[in-house]
């Protein structure tokens, strides 16, 4: 069978998925928002063979470990139930994802994987059923299948299958700079998989997250449609604070800011003060990625640059979704 090679990039969340209805299917309990951001992608080459008798997952040039192997084992396990052949594939994927940047690479991994393993299969799947085998990876991977602006619906169904995303904007249709700002600091210690369980489990938080999130989620709607930055800005800095307290009410509570987080998030505050328009948001993990409108970017880099607990900083803009490469 012949080989495929599909890219895909990463996304950073302005409405976040936190928190899952279903852990197996991985259906998640709100909606959420993203950018699919140029810099940083996964370019994954699928080959099935009847020679195997199981999965090969090569991860940057070395073989993955047993546990890795078996992560992506799980999207290509329905992928072999779709088609009903029992055929493993070896599988050959690259991260420009540097660590240094502060993304993960599990977004623009499974949505590379789910595109270039179906193709490789037989299948022509529409980017809607993508999505919904990305998803089965990774939650935040069903966004990277679609460029520019993106909302996972999280459906009603038990079965998952109204749980997909779709584009909102293509990425020329609002060009905004989002940069990625990585701290001085510590490995994180809860990974936001387990960080989502425990708080959907034990948050008393977690209720006021899911009261606002349908209110979060229409202003931003409303905001990109109408290319409104300062409503954007203000909602997404919001939801990501909102995401950050529930953590706080936990039990046991924990914390993914560091020291530098807290410092960054008062600098973009100070900068507003000033009426330069930046806004932050963080995922699970102490790093900051602060969005502005292009004609700020240089303002916004220069500050940022000169703090000494700023270790690098990465411009990114709306990027593109998945893309199928010529095997050489
Ligand atoms: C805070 O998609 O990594 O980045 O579905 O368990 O693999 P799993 O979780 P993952 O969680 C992302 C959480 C987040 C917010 C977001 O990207 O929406």
């Known amino acids: 069978m012949e080989a495929v090679t599909a890219r895909a990039h990463t996304n950073i969340a302005l409405i976040k998925y936190w928190g899952k209805r279903n852990e197996e299917l991985i259906l998640p309990m709100n909606n959420s928002i993203s950018i699919t951001l140029d ?9 099935f063979c009847s020679c195997l008798n199981e999965d090969m997952f090569l991860l940057n040039g070395n073989i993955a470990s047993k546990e890795e192997t078996e992560k992506i084992s799980r999207p290509l396990n329905i992928i072999r139930k779709l088609v ?6 070896v599988v050959d994927s690259i991260n420009d994802v540097p660590t240094s940047a502060g993304f993960a690479s599990s977004a623009s991994g499974f949505a590379a994987l789910a595109a270039a393993a179906t193709k490789a299969i037989g299948l022509d799947l529409d980017s809607r059923e993508l999505s919904q085998i990305a998803r089965q990876g990774s939650g935040s991977a069903c966004r990277s299948i679609y460029g520019g602006f993106v909302e996972w619906h999280k459906g009603e169904k038990e079965d998952g299958t109204d749980s997909y995303a779709e584009q909102l904007l293509h990425p020329n249709e609002w060009k905004l700079s ?10 994180k210690k809860i990974l936001s998989r387990e960080g989502m369980k425990r708080t959907v489990q034990t948050s008393v938080f977690y209720s006021g997250w899911l009261e606002t999130i349908d209110q979060d989620l229409s202003i931003a709607r409303h905001a990109i449609n109408e290319r409104d930055f ?5 909602v ?14 936990a039990n046991p509570p924990f914390m993914y800011w560091q020291g530098a987080t807290i410092e960054i998030m008062n600098v973009i505050q100070e900068l507003r003060a000033k009426g330069i328009e930046a806004y932050f948001t963080i995922d699970a993990g102490p790093n900051v990625k602060v969005i502005c409108e292009s004609k700020n970017e240089e303002i916004v880099y220069k500050t940022l640059q000169g703090l000494p607990m700023v270790k690098d900083i990465h411009t990114c803009q709306p990027g593109p979704g998945i893309s199928y490469l010529a095997n050489k």
């Open 39 to 47: 810099k940083f992608y996964t370019t994954t080459t699928v080959q």
């Open 178 to 187: 989002i940069l990625s700002v990585l701290l001085e600091s510590k490995p």
């Open 84 to 89: 009903g052949r029992n055929i493993f594939a």
């Open 236 to 249: 997404l800095e919001k939801n990501a604070l909102k995401m950050h307290a529930t953590t706080l009410g």
């Open 230 to 234: 300062e409503k954007l800005g203000t």
